[in-house]
């Protein structure tokens, strides 16, 4: 079975200040990781991918297999990063994602 | 934003009625898939498709039926069956096969309220 875990349903920050939306997974062979991301009134969409090791607006997220996290980070949060964030996993076989809960990030001016 | 198009954008139902939510995209993509957004719960997937004519259950698809009688169209009944219908729906497709990492285009919901 496969499983998302976000320990945060709601993370506050101030503009300019680091961020991280925390995400972590239950997997037995080898995930592919996934961030959406929802802003207000507008669809959901793809932000970034693992194995692509890009940088999207500023967002990095590196998987971390030994703790089987995939945590996303920006060094100075922006008042427009404020969204919904889903982490979603997809497994070796299949098409299916799995997605966490959800984060509700809001950055204060 | 187009390519995938759901609809209506706000449904109304009353109890013990089945009501059927439209979604269409025009990408050429092979899987389709259906989810239910629910505050707190993340998306959590109803059913989902990989070709025509073809279709699997995904975590929660008691009460729901769908269709894949054509590559742009899956259409979800939710029926009556449905003990607590009352939510946010996302339909979203990916073109390849299965085993890509395509990622998964959404469209943009329907929100149904069973009064």
């Known amino acids: 079975a496969q499983r998302v875990t976000q320990p945060e349903k709601l993370l506050s920050v101030f503009k300019g200040a680091p961020v991280e939306l925390k995400c972590n997974y239950s997997?037995?062979?080898?995930?592919?990781l996934f961030w959406y991301v929802q802003y207000s009134r507008q669809r959901l969409q793809l932000l970034l991918r693992?194995?692509s090791r890009e940088s999207i607006k500023g967002f990095t997220a590196d998987l971390n297999k030994g703790e089987t996290s995939f945590h996303l980070k920006k060094p100075f949060a922006q008042e427009e990063d404020s969204a919904m964030y889903y982490c979603?996993?997809?497994?070796?076989?299949?098409?299916?994602?799995?997605f966490g809960e959800g984060t509700q990030l809001t950055v204060n001016p | 934003d187009g390519g995938i198009t759901q609809s209506p954008k706000y449904l109304f139902r009353k109890e013990g009625q089945n009501v059927t939510l439209s979604c269409e995209q025009n990408?050429?993509?092979?899987?389709m898939y259906w989810y239910r957004q629910d505050p707190g719960q993340g998306l959590r997937l109803i059913y989902y498709s990989q070709i025509v004519n073809d279709f699997q259950k995904g975590d929660i698809a008691e009460g729901y039926s769908v269709s894949r009688e054509k590559k742009e169209s899956f259409p979800l009944t939710v029926t009556s069956a449905q003990k607590n219908p009352t939510a946010f729906y996302l339909c979203?497709?990916?073109?390849?096969?299965?085993?890509?990492?395509?990622?998964?285009?959404f469209g943009p919901g329907t929100r149904l309220t069973v009064l």
């Open positions: 997997y037995s062979g080898s995930p592919e």
């Open positions: 693992h194995i």
């Open positions: 979603a996993l997809k497994g070796t076989s299949g098409s299916r994602l799995t």
């Open positions: 979203a497709s990916r073109f390849g096969t299965s085993g890509s990492s395509n990622e998964q285009f």
């Open positions: 990408l050429n993509h092979d899987a």
